[in-house]
């Protein structure tokens, strides 16, 4: 389904994932406690930002398809 929305959902959860590969790295490297603190609540929040992306994701794309579904039954 090309959909410009849901395109930019996709693109944002690409840019999600590797902003975590990035503090995935920097966690490994880091020897701070302090710093490990940060980077481990930023990675929580990163994650609770891509939870609400794919709800939202799926929620849009269950409403493309009963627009789909109910243009189709209009033309039949």
């Keep these: 389904m090309n959909d410009p929305y849901l395109n930019d959902l996709k693109n944002e959860f690409r840019k999600y994932s590797s902003e975590l590969k ?9 020897n701070s406690s302090e710093e490990q603190s940060k980077i481990i609540k930023k990675i929580d929040n990163i994650a609770k ?28």
């Design 22 to 30: 990035i503090l995935k790295k920097n966690l490994l490297k880091s």
């Design 49 to 76: 930002e891509m939870e609400k992306n794919q709800r939202q994701s799926v929620r849009v794309t269950k409403s493309r398809l009963k627009e789909m579904s109910r243009s189709k039954k209009a033309f039949q």
